[in-house]
C-alpha cells in the first residue's frame, strides 16, 4: 500500500444545511488523523459547484435538504464521481429507505444522534476505496503484463521464424544446419534469460557480452573481454547485440581465430565525447583471412540488426592478423 497516499489528507465533501450540524461533523471529522480537508455545500446549487469542481475522496450528505433530497445528491455523486464514497449522515433513516441507498450506491449511513460512529465510517470508507484503487491498478498493469507479453512473443516467434528459413538457405548439410540454428536459438534464449532476471528491464553490456561468448570461450580465456565504460542496453538493444556477437563468436569458431589451437578474440568498447558507443572486435594469431565473394547470413544478420535495429555502423577489415569489426552505435539507441 502507498504510504505517502496513506498518509495525505483526506478532502471530504459535506453536503448540509444546517450549520449547527455542519460544525458537529466538522468537530467529529477533526479527530481523524490527518485532519482531513473539509468543503461545504448547503443547497442543490453550491453541491453541483463542489461536485464539479473537486476531487473527493469522500461524500457526506444529509438525507433531507430544503431544495433537493438526498437520493438525488446520490444519484448526482455517481454520476460525476462514481468511485468516491458517499456516506449519509441524517437525523432519521428508516430501514426501506437505508436499503435502497445502498441498493443505488450509498457506501453507509450514521445518524446524527450518532455521530461518535462518523470517523470510524469514514475510515473505513476510505480504505475500502483505496483498496479498490488498489485492485484496479493491479488489474490494469496485469493487462498491460499480458499485452507486452504477447507482444514479445509474437515478435521473438518472427524472429525464430526468420531464423529458421534463413539459416536452412544458407547451410551446406543438415548438421551444418542444425549447429547454425541452435547456436543462434542458443544466444536468443541466453539472452532472454538474462533479460528476465533484469525484470526485462536494462542489462548491462559487459553481462551480455559475456553470457553470449561464454560457449564459444568455454573456459579456455582465449576470448579478452576488455569491459568499458558501463552501459545499460534496452532489452531491444541487449537481445540485437547478443545476436550479433553470436555471428561473429560462430565464424571465429567455424573459419578464425577460434578455429585452431592459438587464435585469440578480443572483445573493448569505449564511448565518445558525441555520444556513441564503439565497440571493437579483433581476433589474432588464426589462420590466414580472406574476403569472402559473397556475404553469408551470419554477416547480412550482423549488419541489419546494427543497422536496422541499433540505428549503428558496421566496419568489417579482413586483416592478415585476423578478422577485425567496429561497431557504431548512439548512446541514444541503446538505453532508449
Not at 588464426?286 to 556475404?295: N, S, T
Not at 579482413?318 to 532508449?336: K, Q, R, V
Request: glycine share 6%; with cysteine; net charge negative.
Amino acid at each position: 500500500m502507498d504510504v505517502h497516499n496513506q498518509l495525505r489528507q483526506p478532502r471530504i465533501l459535506v453536503l448540509e444545511d444546517s450549520h449547527l450540524d455542519a460544525e458537529l461533523i466538522r468537530e467529529h471529522l477533526e479527530t481523524l488523523k490527518p485532519v482531513p480537508e473539509i468543503r461545504y455545500a448547503q443547497n442543490r446549487k453550491t453541491y453541483e459547484e463542489a461536485l464539479d469542481g473537486g476531487d473527493y475522496d469522500v461524500i457526506l450528505a444529509d438525507f433531507s435538504l430544503p431544495d433537493f433530497d438526498g437520493m438525488s445528491a446520490l444519484e448526482l455523486a455517481r454520476d460525476v464521481a462514481p468511485e468516491v464514497p458517499f456516506i449519509f449522515v441524517s437525523g432519521i433513516l428508516g430501514e426501506e429507505v437505508a436499503i435502497e441507498s445502498f441498493r443505488q450506491g450509498a457506501t453507509d449511513y450514521v445518524l446524527k444522534q450518532r455521530l461518535i460512529r462518523l470517523p470510524a465510517a469514514v475510515e473505513r470508507a476510505l480504505a475500502e476505496a483505496r483498496e479498490r484503487t488498489e485492485r484496479r491498478d493491479a488489474e490494469r498493469q496485469k493487462e498491460l503484463l499480458v499485452r507486452e507479453l504477447s507482444h514479445r512473443v509474437k515478435n521473438t516467434m518472427a524472429m525464430v521464424m526468420s531464423l529458421v528459413r534463413r539459416t536452412v538457405k544458407t547451410s551446406s548439410s543438415l548438421d551444418d544446419y542444425v549447429e547454425n540454428l541452435l547456436g543462434r536459438l542458443r544466444a536468443l534464449a541466453d539472452a532472454h534469460a538474462l533479460l528476465f532476471e533484469t525484470n526485462w528491464n536494462e542489462a548491462e553490456l559487459l553481462e551480455v557480452v559475456r553470457r553470449t561468448l561464454a560457449p564459444q570461450d568455454r573456459g579456455t580465456g582465449r576470448v579478452r573481454i576488455d569491459a568499458g565504460p558501463l552501459t545499460l542496453l534496452t532489452p531491444k538493444a541487449a537481445l540485437a547485440l547478443s545476436m550479433v556477437l553470436n555471428e561473429l563468436a560462430t565464424n571465429a569458431v567455424k573459419h578464425g581465430a577460434l578455429s585452431g589451437e592459438h587464435g585469440t578474440v578480443h572483445v573493448s568498447w569505449q564511448t565518445d565525447s558525441k555520444g556513441v558507443l564503439t565497440l571493437r572486435w579483433q581476433e589474432s594469431d588464426g589462420p590466414a583471412v580472406r574476403i569472402p565473394e559473397e556475404a553469408g547470413f551470419g554477416m547480412t544478420l550482423i549488419e541489419r540488426s546494427v543497422r536496422y535495429e541499433l540505428n549503428g555502423e558496421v566496419r568489417l577489415e579482413y586483416l592478415e592478423t585476423g578478422l577485425g569489426c567496429e561497431i557504431g552505435i548512439p548512446l541514444a539507441d541503446l538505453s532508449g
